[in-house]
């Protein structure tokens, strides 16, 4: 069974600054992929970053970036230059079989200005 | 493009009631999927369609819910009976189906902005 795991219910930051937001998973598949969604407070879920399996370098996608260690099975969010827009909801998440997604608990991320 | 469109937004209704979300998923996706999420946790699964076939339910998803995807574009997911334990969000997602490979975004699944339920 998957398994994601977000230890963090909350989190601040300073503006300008870089933050990490932590995440664990747990599966026996040899392949799987791994997201960060953010959730403002009006609910949408927004696709931010995917980290393959097999991807050999972590993944980046402008000031997000994904710190990947295969070992530890650990897939932490990195936040660079954090914006007052960044305050939301982060969810981890890992494609399972039938590309069906299971979900951490989130961490609220405040930036503070 | 138009994203994952989901309707009514929010719904209020007295327990007892039923109620009727509407999903339509961005165009050329052939799959299209179900959450449920409450305050404070993370989406839950509820079920999936490939094109009209609704392939799997989690059990989540008691005998009171039934979700159809009659011509494999938009979905309806409906509550009979509603509850107070049903409010909740219910978030709608598509894909398209197609093997990921090296800078994929891997089956990525886009989310609409979900249906917010309340059951009074």
């Known amino acids: 069974a998957q398994k994601i795991t977000q230890t963090q219910p909350g989190m601040f930051v300073q503006e300008k600054e870089a933050v990490t937001l932590d995440c664990t998973y747990d599966t026996s598949d040899q392949s799987y992929g791994l997201f960060w969604y953010k959730q403002p407070s009006s609910g949408e879920m927004i696709f931010l970053i995917y980290?393959?399996?097999?991807?050999?370098q972590n993944a980046t996608e402008g000031r997000y970036s994904l710190n990947f260690q295969k070992a530890r099975k650990s897939a932490n969010l990195v936040i660079s230059a954090s914006q007052l827009g960044d305050s939301a909801m982060y969810f981890c998440?890992?494609?399972?079989?039938?590309?069906?997604?299971?979900f951490g608990s989130g961490t609220k991320l405040n930036v503070k200005p | 493009d138009t994203g994952v469109s989901q309707n009514p937004r929010h719904k209020i209704t007295k327990r007892g009631q039923n109620v009727t979300f509407r999903c339509d998923p961005i165009?050329?996706?052939?799959?299209l999927y179900w959450y449920r999420q409450t305050l404070g946790q993370g989406p839950e699964f509820l079920t999936y369609?490939?094109?009209?076939?609704?392939?799997?339910k989690s059990r989540l998803l008691s005998d009171r819910f039934s979700a159809e995807r009659p011509k494999g574009s938009f979905s309806t997911l409906e509550i009979q009976r509603t509850e107070q334990g049903d409010s909740a969000m219910y978030l709608c997602?598509?894909?398209?189906?197609?093997?990921?490979?090296?800078?994929?975004?891997?089956?990525?699944?886009?989310f609409g902005e979900g249906s917010w339920l309340t059951v009074v």
């Open positions: 980290q393959g399996s097999y991807d050999e």
């Open positions: 998440a890992m494609r399972g079989n039938f590309n069906k997604f299971y």
């Open positions: 369609f490939q094109n009209e076939a609704q392939l799997e």
């Open positions: 165009s050329e996706h052939n799959r």
């Open positions: 997602a598509s894909s398209l189906a197609a093997e990921g490979r090296r800078g994929h975004s891997g089956n990525t699944i886009y």
